[in-house]
């Protein structure tokens, strides 16, 4: 049988979905497949896919929307796929036969109000339509399972719940190298709380600025809070943290790759997630894993990741945060303990495990057990 995947991802900075399907590919390297062939179907060449994949590349001058939905039909059905897999929450309109999709998250129907019109015009409606028309539909949380259900009206007996994990890239080991990233980013020696993540209105960043000033105020701490991760809202995060009196303290940083990013967690004192809602909270088991302690709201989805291994804000008003980063800063004994819970938690969740579990799902809608509906 013949496995055709929607890799596009691949083709642009690697982050969310991208970083996904990479790690279901680097697994599968490591293993006999139940398929024949497998096929990469990108606008441009992939660099770092191992040999066993075969690539078909083309359609680069076809406006995106026109090679999502009719460049890669056509390509499907031109290779004979058995099954296509979208990894990317979307499955090409054009496409008529067996599909297996990811869908990662429902915020868009959820909370419209985080996104801009223009991808609430575009993708919703998108979303919607490949969580109807796909075989099977996987996601990472029991918390995203629910939402699907609630929100695109699909019957539970088609999701399929996989977990994600964090690279091997993070782990706790000895930094011999945490000098290189303060140097690259110019952080100095006072000690790190870290956040990881897309700037959005969910993940309460001005509150947290906020939050942080009343602990250099009241607390009198030498900490700094560098916040990493791109910034599609413009949220003006030098003019907030002069507002509160903190302009030296507070340090942005845009995308990191993940040698650095993993030498982050390792290098910063507490993690810091103070989201709403997510659909798995990928960075809270990236720095469980890297044995630092980390700090989140209490959230479903976030408990189904962290458990106890985790100390939770009630809110993400600056007032609970602030109560949240004086209690794990300011004990150091609490710091330990999570940082141990948090590693054993973090070894509870594999990516070997889910991309064999991936597989088995793609095999199942290959082979027919289940029709598009």
């Known amino acids: 049988m013949h496995l055709g995947i929607c890799a596009q991802r691949l083709a642009i900075v690697q982050t969310g979905v991208a970083r996904y399907l990479a790690n279901l590919l680097a697994e599968w390297t490591q293993k006999p497949l139940p398929f024949k062939r497998v096929t990469l179907f990108s606008p441009r060449p992939l660099m770092g896919v191992a040999a066993r994949y075969s690539q078909v590349i083309g359609g680069t001058r ?23 897999f979208c990894p990317g929450y979307v499955v090409p309109l054009g496409y008529r036969g067996r599909c297996v999709v990811t869908i990662h998250d429902v915020m868009q129907a959820a909370i419209p109000q985080d996104f801009p019109f223009s991808a609430r015009l575009h993708h919703a409606p998108l979303y919607r339509y490949s969580a109807r028309r796909a075989d099977k539909i996987l996601t990472v949380s029991v918390a995203s399972f629910q939402d699907i259900q609630s929100y695109y009206r699909v019957p539970p007996s088609r999701i399929v719940v996989i977990p994600l994990a964090a690279e091997a890239t993070f782990h706790p080991g ?35 600025i906020e939050a942080f000033a009343r602990l250099v105020q009241q607390n009198r701490v030498p900490h700094l809070l560098v ?7 413009h949220v003006p995060i030098e003019q907030l943290a002069q507002n509160v009196g903190v302009g030296n303290r507070v340090v942005h940083i845009g995308y990191v790759p993940n040698d650095d990013l993993a030498r982050l967690y390792r290098s910063a004192d507490v993690f810091i997630y103070p989201s709403e809602m997510e659909g798995f909270g990928l960075p809270v088991l990236e720095a469980m894993a890297s044995g630092t302690p980390v700090i989140t709201l209490r959230r479903p ?15 993400g008003t600056p ?4 109560a949240a980063m004086e209690a794990v800063v300011g004990d150091n004994a609490l710091r330990e303990e999570l940082r141990r819970k948090g590693l054993e938690r973090a070894h509870a969740f ?13 095999l199942q809608v290959a082979s027919g057990a289940q029709s598009c509906q």
């Open 174 to 208: 000895r930094d011999d190298d945490g000098m290189v990233v303060r140097e690259r980013y110019q952080l100095g020696q006072a000690p790190l709380i870290l956040f990881v993540g897309k700037f959005s209105r969910r993940r309460h960043l001005p509150a947290l």
């Open 319 to 322: 007032a609970a945060l602030h």
């Open 227 to 233: 916040l990493v991760g791109v910034n599609p809202l």
């Open 62 to 84: 076809w406006p995106h929307f026109v090679w999502e939905h009719l460049w890669i039909p056509l390509q499907a059905r031109r290779h004979q796929i058995d099954v296509l």
């Open 301 to 315: 989805v976030l408990i189904e990741v962290a458990g106890d291994a985790a100390w939770y804000a009630e809110t």
């Open 350 to 362: 594999s990516w070997a495990g889910t991309a064999q579990r991936t597989l088995e799902v793609l």
